[in-house]
């Protein structure tokens, strides 16, 4: 059987200076894999790579014996057909990047679908071609649900999408806020993302869905974190095991369709530091756990 590949978000607020420091405590805390978002540092400026940037990086990473995978920046919208040009560059231009830094998958987002069917169009028609290109590179592309959207709308995009390297990334956090939301079984829904799934996002929260993200982001954004987490509102971040997301059922379920993909724990985890290795044991303690049960017949 293949083995367990856990992994964090890059450390959150790492300077540029301090990279070293933080893959040092993520390869000490135990984990297998770094989850970069390739806006952290200004690797792509108006579209275009900045190499002597992405160099700087790729000494550093290859300094560490871990994983990377990548998450795209903030902002890509290849909803966006005014911009549609410049969109389409900043994804190019990432997955170059991923191929440089060996970054594997790219992690992007559906958000959220628009009624005006030539954005669909052009996003579905970006992604193709996107799929395409990074497949020369032997990247995979993994497109993750969100909280504000059905789940069943990203399946359907990948499947007209139809390439071999075009997956999901199931973030278990948002699955567990939309189906919520949208008034859908959790369980049901896990099943029928199972097929599709090349990346897992392990993110967890108190299963209570923020109206204000879908009614007025530009307010959603204003609002302090540490307000949100205590009362709870909405995709929160916490560390998996620390909210109400069925995690162990999740993972049972994924080791029963035989997913060997990567982990990747996806919390706020600048607000975690003291507790990076106790989190990252914590799950690996729990799926190898049910390997083990599995093996001697459950
Ligand atoms: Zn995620």
Redesign the pocket.
């Known amino acids: 059987m293949k083995e367990i590949v856990i992994g964090m978000n890059f450390p959150r607020r790492t300077a540029a200076e301090n990279i070293d420091q933080a893959l040092q405590h993520v390869v000490n805390s135990g984990f297998d894999c770094v989850e970069l978002n390739l806006s952290d540092f200004p690797l792509i400026a108006g579209g275009e790579i900045q190499w002597e940037y992405v160099r700087y990086v790729k000494e550093k990473f290859n300094k560490y014996p871990l994983q990377y995978t990548a998450h795209i920046g903030g902002g890509l919208q290849l909803r966006n057909i005014h911009e549609y040009d410049l969109q389409k560059n900043v994804l190019r231009s990432s997955i170059d990047i991923c191929s440089e830094l060996n970054l594997n998958p790219l992690v992007l987002h559906f958000e959220q679908s628009s009624p005006q069917l030539q954005k669909e169009k052009a996003f579905l028609e970006a992604h193709i071609e996107a799929a395409d290109y990074a497949a020369e590179f032997g990247i995979q592309l993994c497109i ?1 649900n969100i909280e504000v959207e059905d789940y069943t709308k990203v399946l359907d995009m990948i499947e007209k999408v139809n390439r071999e390297n075009f997956r999901m ?1 199931l ?1 278990v956090g ?1 699955l567990a806020l939309s189906t919520t939301y949208f008034g859908c079984d959790f369980e049901v829904a896990i099943k029928e993302c199972i097929p599709y799934v090349g990346h897992v ?1 392990l ?1 967890d929260n108190t299963l209570s869905f923020e109206e204000m993200r879908i009614e007025n982001f530009m307010l959603y954004q204003t609002m302090d974190m540490g307000y949100r987490i205590t009362f709870g509102r909405g995709d929160i971040h916490l560390p998996p095991f620390w909210g109400k997301v069925p995690m162990e059922w999740v993972l049972e379920t994924l080791h029963e369709a035989d997913y060997n993909g990567i982990y990747i724990c ?1 919390y706020e985890n600048n607000l975690y530091v003291p507790f990076h290795k106790g989190i990252q044991e914590n799950v690996r303690q729990v799926i190898t756990g049910i390997r083990n049960r599995y093996n001697e017949g459950k």
């Open positions: 993750e990334t973030d948002h996002h993110n996806e």
